[in-house]
């Protein structure tokens, strides 16, 4: 499989999941909104529990510093602001 087509796919996949990923946010804070305040109305006050919030996994440097060598060479970023993008990904 070519370059070009991976990195297709791997658009076509991340938007993909983005997407459900949103609608499915969208519809689970709706639910879970409804689902505080009907128990705001029947909890006593100072119920304590705290909910666990989700983290995405931290993105894999070598994808996003391909993603700038696209950005790059597209001529979207110029070679300072390439440098100083790479260099935060990487840390230094």
Do not use: C
Request: hydrophobic letters at 40%; charged letters at 25%.
């Amino acid at each position: 499989m070519g370059f070009r087509r991976r990195v297709r796919r791997r658009a076509l996949v991340v938007g993909v999941a983005a997407g459900a990923a949103t609608g499915a946010a969208v519809a689970h804070h709706a639910d879970t909104e409804a689902g505080e305040q009907q128990a705001d109305d029947q909890a006593p006050a100072g119920d304590g529990q705290d909910q666990a919030q989700y983290a995405p996994p931290p993105a894999d440097p070598a994808d996003e510093i391909e993603h700038l060598a696209q950005l790059h060479a597209s001529g979207a970023l110029s070679d300072e602001e390439f440098t100083a993008a790479k260099a935060k990904i990487l840390g230094t």
